[in-house]
Structure formats: C-alpha cells, structure tokens
C-alpha cells in the first residue's frame, strides 16, 4: 500500500483537550479567504518597517508560501528554504541526513538562523537543527542573503534566516496535520491559540516525526535514515494595545536517529556491520518585550537560554556533547526627522563540552554594541548604515559594518549593500558533524574568519510580471578547511575564499495562474594549494520554474522543475565532477471545508546518486567515512500525501 494508517495518530489525541484553553470553542467553518496584505512588516532588520521602504533586501515567505511547503514536508522546513532562489540546502551527513543551508554559495556556518529575534536553536553549526524545525506554527519567514553581522554578530557572516511565528488571533484556531510518506515515514503535527483575555494569548505546537531506515540501491547500507522525533513549544503573548508587547517561548526536543548497516548487514570492505547513530535533546526558553518611553522611542529586550546534548555513534567510536547559547540584548529605537535609529548592547555567551574529546572545548564569551540608522532622504531614496563592534573573548576587538541604498522610480527598484563581518572559528564545520572529532587534529591555533560582501539589485514590475536580477560578490578571509584527503586536519587557509554570482528571478501572475521562474549562476572558489578550484558541492548553475493554479477555498494544483548543474566533488573515488540533473514534482490539494486533502510527488524522475555510483567507499577514508559526499537525491522518487484539518 502506498500510504497505510499509522497507530501513532494517537499522538495528537493527547493534544485534543488542550483546545479547551480557548473561552469560546467555535465550530468548524469553512475558511475564509485572507485578505491580501498590502504593507508586510519586516523584523530581522531591527527598525521593523515596511517591506518596500526598508532599504536592505529582505525576501519574505508569507502565510500562503508556508502552507504549501508544509503539505510537502509537513515535519522539517528544508523544502521551504531549499525551493527560494538563491539558497541551496546542502546534505552534509548522508549516513544520518545532516544539512545546512548556504546562501549565495557561502557555507551553512555562515547564516543564522533565529525564532522571533532569538537564537533558540544555537549556532547553526548543527546541520540537523534544518530537520527539526516544523513549520506548522510558522507565519512569516524573513531572509537577509548577504553579510548581517552588523545586525546580529558571530554567524550571521552570510546572511540570516529568521522564522517568524503565528500569532494568536481574535477567533481561536485549531491546526491539525496527519501525513504519511511511500517510504515509510510519518508526520503529526498539532497548533493551537487561544486568547485568554483580550491582552494575552497562548499557542501550542505539538509534532511527532517517524521514519524507518530504507536502503533503496540493497547495498545494505540505509540510503534514508530512520528517527523517530518529538517537539513541543508553548508560549505566551502579551499586547495592551498601547504599545507595549511581550513574548515568553519555551521548547522541547528530542530525537533518536539511525543510519549506517542495516541489521544484519555488514560492509563489504570489513565484513562486520558499521551503525551510526545519533541521539538529540534540545531544551530551550525564551522572551522578548517592546514597550513604549515616549511618543519618539521603543525599548527593546530579548533573551534566551538552550542547551543541546548529543549522544553520536560512529561505528564503535562513541562521541557525547553539551552545547549552550546564553543570549541577551537591550535596545533603544527612535525617530527624528527623517530618520529612524537603533542602538543597543548585547551579550553572547558560546560554550561546546565534547565528553570524549575535551581537548575541544571552548567557551565563547561575546558582549558587542551596536547602532543603527535609517534615512528616508526623499520618496525615491533612502539609506540604512549600521555598525557593531564586538569584544570576542578568543579573538579580540572585531568591527562588523554595513550599509545599504534604495532608489526608486516608476515601476523599478534597486538595492545596493555593502557589508563585512565574522565567523568565530572553532572544531565544529560541517565536515566534522559528518566525520566526528575523534580522529580530527588541529595543527595551528584557528584564526577568526573574516568576510566582506556586495550585493546589487534591479527589479522592475509591470501590470502581470515582476522580475529581479541581483549581483553578489563575497570574500572570506582565512577560511577554515578540513584537508581529508590523506590526513584529517582542521586549518585556516591562507587565500581567501571568493564567492561572485547572478541571480535573476521572474513572477507571473494572472488571476488564479501564477508562475515563478528562477537561474541562479555561482562562482565559488578556494585554494588549498597552488591552484584556484571550485568549492566542492556548489553548483556553477542551477535553475527552477514553478507553476500553480488556485482558487481560495476550492483547490490548489501546482508542478515544479528544478534543474542543478555539475559540482566539483572532492575525495571521491568514482569521478571528480558530479552529473547534472533534474527533478520534478506536483502538488494537490482539494479544500473540504475545515478538511484539506492533498497529495505530493517529488522526484518523479528518480534520480538517485546510487544510480551513478556507489555511496560507500572501497575503504574507509582517513576522517572515519565510509561514504563519500551526497551530490544528488539519495532518497529517489517519494510520495506523501494526508490530510490538515483547521477549525
């Protein structure tokens, strides 16, 4: 059968009476069609304007974006941010599934990823966080591509990914999702708000996650790695409608994943089974509060705490973990003339506590300042320059600048920012989270990285089509590299590494047809010895078309295309550059009144990396890999489909 009721729907029965929290329960209606916003207000960029007039570039998933990527991966918001243009969600681990995001061709360490304004989910060096984040509670994604350190500090070198989440309405909502996939996994999901009076509100997401671990080439080894995973988060909101706001979150995790030999299987090269797993526990609170000094100025606090434990298997190396982000920040917001200001303080404090391996440890301590101003000079120009100087613990004084440029005519738009920032180097990349840090050695103090970027862009718009070309050009000084090769070192590279590349994206829209086309081409080039090469898994060209047809209330049908051109490969046997390939997928979805039903394809072609080559390698690499790196879909052709029930 290709989709079978799973006993763990009863996961969301233990959820069902906390939709009591509400005062007055409404019965299931049919949904309304949202009116459409014409102002969307921007929070990542601290002077919370609107989009049009904020003169850095944010592009934003609305409410209606979020929802269609939800019934394609109701259980992770990897789907979401891998199908925006100009960001790639690259699999770091194949044997678990690890992936982090690079914008614009820079390394997944280089964005940030924030909830509401807070780091709840650390620094983003753990590649699973992409997979553990469900997007059912999500209303709003703002995306920085570009240098935001002068916003947000340490990790924000690339740009930064801020997920924001629904808000509790005057009418209490109920938010039910039951999918299964063709391979075997399956995904609960629960949201649910209420108001407890007319000042303060309270949500609850609630997901369980389960996949069993599937071996699609029966080479014994699993190409899909099983998990099985739970999340909750409550949180409380306060407004008294006069200007002064409070958000409070907490949440929980945890998460059991299973790679490597399936049982009763062994590697061909050893003859003896080979298992990789990884346990995860993640616990974290959070809160923000905004209140009103005057008719001129906001005050603004934020904080949080999370702590993560890892428990990883690599084979019969064991490697546990505690990783803490203690985080707290205050900031003044004001208005005067044409100008709108911030300034602030904020304090970080980073601290990584490997068991097995404690010649790794580190505790970063990171206190900054940081100011802002936005001049609004006429209606077709406006400027935003902001700095922030931090006072790292391990490297020092470090000045993060940045300043960005709207002009504007009739029917036309263009961007332009500048910016330079830093990334705290440490033991932990994304090639370590795959290998582990038992065999790793670091023959020289690391060096904090240090980049600058440009980005430019064009957009003009006419009665039914849009369309945006954007320039973007990064340097990265003494990046880190992990030579794997013939030894397993961790050092910073003399050259930099530099990043140039077009982005060009067109939107149709006509009635209930809309399409989108996108082309992203990137140069992205290091040098670990005498001669300039490709940053390995960064393709030169990649492109994407999406179109759907959509009438509110009745039914939704879109199909995509997505093509990724060849990537240099690096310690691979089998070739050094990977082939190009296509995929296609569909998506339906059929409104019942409160009950939509929808059915999703990815991958009709089948591509599958195994196809080409093996996974495993003939012998184990110096690092501790048995596989070598994932350049195309392991997981092949996939179908999922359920049901989301709203009241």
């Excluded at 988060?233 to 399936?262: C, I, S, V």
Aim: charged share 20%; hydrophobic share 35%.
């Amino acid at each position: 059968m290709l989709f079978s009721f799973h006993p763990r729907t009863a996961f969301v029965v233990l959820l069902l009476p906390v939709v009591g929290f509400s005062q007055q329960p409404t019965a299931p209606a049919p949904q309304k069609p949202e009116p459409i916003q014409e102002q969307v207000t921007v929070y990542a960029t601290r002077t919370e304007g609107r989009l049009e007039d904020l003169p850095a570039r944010v592009e934003i998933l609305d409410q209606d974006e979020i929802d269609e990527k939800t019934a394609m991966t109701p259980g992770n918001i990897v789907m979401m941010l891998n199908e925006t243009s100009g960001l790639r969600v690259q699999t770091t681990s194949p044997s678990l599934g690890a992936s982090s995001v690079r914008i614009q061709g820079m390394k997944g360490r280089y964005t940030r990823f924030l909830a509401d304004g807070l780091p709840l989910f650390g620094q983003q060096g753990a590649g699973l966080g992409l997979l553990q984040i469900p997007p059912v509670d999500l209303g709003q994604v703002e995306i920085i591509k570009g240098g935001a350190s002068a916003l947000y500090g340490a990790g924000a070198m690339g740009g930064v990914v801020n997920l924001i989440t629904r808000r509790p309405r005057d009418k209490a909502a109920r938010d039910f999702i039951f999918n299964q996939t063709s391979l075997g996994g399956t995904d609960i999901s629960a949201y649910l708000d209420g108001r407890i009076s007319p000042q303060i509100a309270t949500s609850l997401m609630g997901t369980g996650n389960w996949q069993v671990e599937r071996d699609r080439n029966r080479d014994g080894w699993a190409d899909l790695a099983g998990y099985s995973r739970g999340v909750t988060r409550p949180r409380l909101f306060w407004d008294n409608g006069k200007g002064r706001r409070g958000l409070l979150t907490g949440g929980f995790l945890y998460e059991d994943r299973n790679g490597g030999t399936l049982p009763g299987r062994v590697l061909p090269a050893t003859g003896s089974p080979y298992i990789e797993a990884l346990s995860t526990r993640r616990g974290d609170v959070g809160g923000t509060a905004q209140f009103l000094l005057s008719e001129k100025y906001v005050g603004t606090l934020r904080g949080s705490y999370s702590t993560l434990h890892h428990r990883h298997q690599f084979g019969e190396v064991l490697e546990r973990d505690r990783h803490e982000l203690l985080f707290a920040e205050g900031s003044l917001r004001g208005t005067a003339g044409h100008n709108t200001w911030v300034g602030g303080a904020a304090f970080e404090r980073d601290a990584y506590r490997p068991e097995d391996v404690p010649e790794y440890r580190y505790t970063y301590r990171n206190p900054g300042i940081f100011g802002q101003d936005d001049l609004q000079a006429t209606s077709w120009l406006s400027f935003s320059a902001s700095a922030r100087v931090d006072f790292h613990s391990q490297y020092g004084t470090l000045f993060s600048p940045r300043f960005a440029a709207l002009l504007r005519g009739d029917g036309w738009t263009s961007r332009l920012a500048l910016s330079q920032g830093f990334a705290a180097s440490s033991a932990l990349t994304e090639e370590t989270e795959a290998a582990g840090l038992t065999r790793l050695k670091i023959p020289f103090p690391l060096r904090v990285e240090r980049g600058r970027g440009l980005t430019f862009d064009l957009t003009r718009s006419w009665s039914l089509v849009t369309a945006t070309a954007t320039l973007f050009a990064s340097n990265v000084h003494d990046p880190l590299y992990v030579e794997r090769t013939t030894a397993y070192t961790l050092t910073n590279l003399v050259l930099p590494t530099r990043n140039l590349g077009v982005e060009a994206v067109a939107i149709l829209r006509k009635h209930e047809y809309s399409a989108t086309a996108s082309y992203t081409w990137t140069r992205a080039q290091q040098q670990p010895g005498t001669v300039r090469q490709d940053v390995p898994l960064t393709p030169r060209h990649s492109a994407g078309l999406v179109a759907s047809w959509e009438r509110p209330n009745f039914a939704r049908i879109g199909i995509e295309g997505y093509y990724t051109g060849t990537q240099q490969l690096e310690d691979n046997p089998y070739r050094t550059e990977s082939k190009p390939y296509v995929l296609f997928g569909f998506l339906i979805q059929k409104q019942l009144r409160a009950f939509q039903l929808y059915l999703n394809a990815e991958n009709l072609s089948d591509v599958r990396q195994t196809k080409t080559d093996p996974l495993l390698l003939p012998q184990q690499a110096p690092d501790g890999r048995w596989t070598t790196d994932a350049w195309a879909p392991l997981d092949g052709r996939v179908f999922n489909g359920g049901v989301r029930v709203r009241f």
